[in-house]
């Protein structure tokens, strides 16, 4: 009875004996070469690297140890005894050299901790002194990741495109899918409609407004603002240059600044915001002569202003966009 | 530590020195560290044949110096001699010139970090002598990069001055 081997032992018996010791050897140095990414600098591939390692490893040489502790007995030919003898020895050193990294799984979510030591950081110094200072990194590394994005985009002379100018299938503006609100103002006569969540802030033009040399007709100066700077676009000669009137520089009360942009638009008057319904207004289909002009209004004679448009008309027109900080 | 912080905070964000003029209504800086000298305005003799930013020179304690007409070359419109009148004599890389202002205001500190790049939407060459702006007692300052003022073309031109 005791000579009856169990169909499982016979089974793992039956694997060992097809399984050659060449096989035996790359599987030992992947997981030599596995226990070597035990390095302080662990990231996320490793780790999911020695996740998935793991329980090829552990249930092999489980059940194999378990089987061989079972049969001693049960071998009747000696000179299959030592091949056997062998084998147990190398699954040993296999189980000896797989504990380590069975050890070492969970530091990995530890040592996620690392990233903000990655070299987008700008300046070196800064970082050591906060990670002296302050017990919680994390926190501390955000501007730092932040500035350099801003450098790369320098660096990269990368296409500043801002939010908001896409024109839907259905013909409209994306920000006039459903009823949207509008400002209301005038600018040397002609009632203008700008969406009003395309505007930063209204701030009124002061003695303070300069003008630049070496710029282009339709700019009008830098406004300070306690906001900031605001650079002053001439609306009636940005939008209507063949009827501008001198006098608009005179008029010009308020700079209405355009959100996200350090840009503004100069106008006489601003009168109460509106709400319109997308039907409310006659979409232009053809923006390819003036770009920035949305459609018209019927009901309140005015033109609607593609805001975010202007915007990048603006930014397209300055050749120092790319390096400046917004 | 701390005297490190400061120290670093210092060389990170140097603070620069401008002489500030004023031209046409508007105040102007220039890196103080390329002022010779401030002059009250002279005879300028005229230059026959110069170009036409060029005033014309004067004698500087035996030196001859070419002065520029900085109101055409940054296209502002032609203004009076008055009292506050300046020649203010500046080192470039390679020349000692004169630039004609309307008065001279004062020397003032500005941190780097307070300078903002101005834009260029113009077509115009002169818009890149524009360093930055900088707003600083209540008004706007327009800083100059002095070493653009001219081009090297121009630079030679000055020479046969």
């Known amino acids: 009875m005791s000579d009856l081997k169990n169909p499982f032992d016979s089974l793992l018996d039956y694997f060992d004996d097809l399984l050659p010791s060449e096989d035996l050897e790359p599987m030992a140095n992947q997981k030599a070469s596995v226990s070597k990414v035990k390095s302080p600098s662990v990231n996320l591939k490793d780790s999911a690297i020695k996740t998935a390692a793991k329980p090829s490893v552990k249930p092999l040489v489980a059940h194999r140890t378990s089987a061989r502790k079972s049969k001693p007995i049960a071998k009747p030919i000696p000179e299959f005894a030592e091949p056997d003898a062998e084998k147990k020895a190398k699954l040993q050193k296999l189980l000896s050299s797989a504990q380590p990294q069975i050890v070492v799984a969970p530091i990995v979510n530890v040592e996620v901790v690392a990233p903000p030591k990655t070299t987008y950081v700008a300046d070196p110094h800064e970082i050591q002194e906060w990670v002296i200072e302050t017990a919680t990194p994390i926190v501390e590394t955000k501007p730092s990741i932040e500035t350099p994005v801003v450098v790369a985009a320098e660096i990269l002379g990368q296409h500043l495109q801002i939010p908001g100018l896409e024109w839907m299938p259905n013909g409209l503006p994306q920000w006039a899918q459903s009823r949207f609100d509008v400002l209301l103002f005038k600018v040397s006569g002609l009632t203008l409609a700008v969406p009003l969540i395309s505007l930063g802030q209204i701030q009124p033009i002061t003695d303070e407004l300069t003008p630049l040399f070496g710029q282009a007709d339709w700019f009008m100066g830098i406004q300070p603002t306690p906001q900031g700077k605001i650079r002053t676009v001439n609306t009636a000669k940005f939008v209507m240059p063949e009827r501008y009137d001198e006098s608009f520089i005179k008029n010009a009360k308020y700079v209405v600044s355009i959100n996200g942009v350090p840009w503004g638009l100069a106008v006489d008057s601003v009168n109460q915001p509106i709400r319109l319904q997308p039907g409310d207004v006659k979409w232009r289909s053809d923006r390819s002569k003036r770009p920035w002009l949305a459609g018209t209004v019927k009901e309140h004679m005015c033109a609607l202003l593609d805001i975010p448009m202007i915007g990048q008309i603006l930014i397209d027109a300055d050749k120092n966009a790319m390096k400046t900080r917004l | ?161």
């Open chain 2, 1 to 161: 530590m701390a005297n490190d912080a400061v120290k670093n905070k210092s060389t990170d964000d140097p603070v620069l020195q401008w002489v500030t003029f004023r031209l046409d209504g508007e105040t102007y800086g220039i890196n103080v560290m390329q002022v010779q000298e401030v002059l009250r305005y002279t005879e300028i003799a005229p230059v026959p044949g110069a170009p036409s930013y060029v005033l014309g020179i004067i004698n500087l304690r035996g030196n001859v110096v070419t002065v520029i007409d900085t109101r055409h070359r940054f296209n502002l419109p032609s203004g009076d001699i008055t009292d506050n009148t300046r020649i203010v004599i500046i080192e470039t890389d390679r020349h000692v010139i004169g630039i004609l202002v309307d008065s001279v205001a004062e020397v003032v500190y500005l941190r780097q970090s307070e300078i903002e790049m101005a834009p260029n939407v113009g077509n115009e060459e002169s818009a890149k002598f524009i360093q930055g702006v900088c707003h600083k007692n209540n008004e706007l300052l327009i800083l100059i990069e002095l070493n653009k003022l001219l081009t090297s073309e121009e630079w030679n031109e000055l020479e046969d001055v």
